[in-house]
């Protein structure tokens, strides 16, 4: 079957660095997406990888490792308005998105 | 209008009642997407479509129906409502529906509460 691994929650200070993993396996490989959702709102684009490495983008950074299916966000200079959840989604082989459920960001002043 | 709407925004609906979800988008994307959002789980396809005139099932497709006869509308159809369809529903659209970076838009969702 497919699947998609993130932690459920995280929490992390304003300022700091947080680092939020997600593990997949799925029937075929086309990119993996990040998105982000704050409660109540629809998931927002944030990244795209399709080749290995890092991508940059901002205070956002995306890696992606296809030999172990594994891919993280890294958010840097946390603002309290990254307070949301994190979505991780790989286009599988019908280039269909398989969603993971999410992990929660909560940032503490 | 400006990227993709979605009416109502949110609706109780008695078990066994008939629904039409509507979605409109103005970006001229070729393809379009159905998804239920459920608290613990991640966003679910219930019908695609990848060009206007065609439709795909997702991964739960039972109890829905969509048509595409524009490029603009995909309207979502619960002929008979059941509890278990309680959820929150995601409209989205993509340039193409095929490889490459072809983000999604989603629009603003409409929950559902069947009774």
């Known amino acids: 079957g497919q699947n998609i691994d993130q932690p459920t929650e995280m929490t992390a200070t304003e300022g700091a660095i947080v680092q939020i993993n997600c593990t997949y396996q799925?029937?075929?490989?086309?990119?993996l997406f990040w998105y982000q959702q704050h409660a109540g709102e629809a998931p927002t684009f944030l990244s795209y990888?399709?080749l290995d490495g890092l991508e940059e983008k901002g205070r956002f950074s995306s890696f992606l490792s296809r030999s172990k299916g594994y891919s993280y966000l890294l958010l840097k200079e946390l603002q309290m308005k990254d307070s949301a959840s994190y979505l991780c989604?790989?286009?599988?082989?019908?280039?269909?998105?398989?969603w993971g459920a999410g992990t929660k960001l909560i940032i503490k002043p | 209008i400006a990227g993709i709407t979605q009416a109502p925004t949110s609706q109780i609906l008695a078990a066994g009642r008939r629904m039409t979800l509507r979605c409109t988008q103005d970006?001229?994307?070729?393809?379009m997407y159905w998804y239920r959002q459920d608290l613990g789980l991640g966003l679910r396809l219930i019908h695609y479509?990848?060009?206007?005139?065609?439709?795909g099932k997702g991964e739960v497709p039972d109890g829905y129906s969509v048509s595409r006869a524009n490029t603009d509308d995909f309207p979502l159809t619960l002929a008979s409502a059941v509890p278990s369809q309680t959820s929150v529903y995601f409209c989205?659209?993509?340039?193409?529906?095929?490889?490459?970076?072809?983000?999604?838009?989603f629009g603003p969702g409409t929950r559902l509460t069947v009774t």
């Open positions: 989604a790989v286009m599988d082989s019908n280039y269909q998105l398989i």
């Open positions: 479509s990848n060009t206007a005139g065609t439709t």
């Open positions: 989205a659209s993509s340039a193409s529906g095929g490889q490459g970076n072809h983000e999604q838009y």
């Open positions: 799925t029937s075929g490989f086309n990119g």
């Open positions: 970006m001229r994307h070729n393809a």
């Open positions: 990888n399709v």
